[in-house]
């Protein structure tokens, strides 16, 4: 079922200063990215970061992806 990027990460000025968290957690997004890019796997991610689900990672990633295909098409 497709969900908005608000379904899964929000922003707060009251959290982190507003940086795109997880919601429901303290987590960025830009965390996942940079595990990705610093060649460790999603499972790395999730150990590390345990208030994040798996649903909720792979849903984020689709969702950047669709918007750099999006801006690239």
């Given amino acids: 079922m497709p969900s908005s990027a608000n379904d899964i990460i929000t922003r707060d000025p009251g959290v982190l200063g507003g940086t795109p968290v997880f919601r429901g957690t303290r ?7 940079d595990y990705l890019e610093g060649g460790q796997t999603l ?3 999730l ?5 994040v689900t798996r649903e909720a990672a792979v ?15």
């Fill in 27 to 33: 987590v960025p997004f830009q965390a996942l990215l």
């Fill in 47 to 51: 150990d590390d970061f345990p208030t």
């Fill in 43 to 45: 499972d790395d991610f």
């Fill in 59 to 73: 849903r984020a990633l689709e969702h950047a992806k669709s918007l750099v295909v999006s801006r690239i098409s």
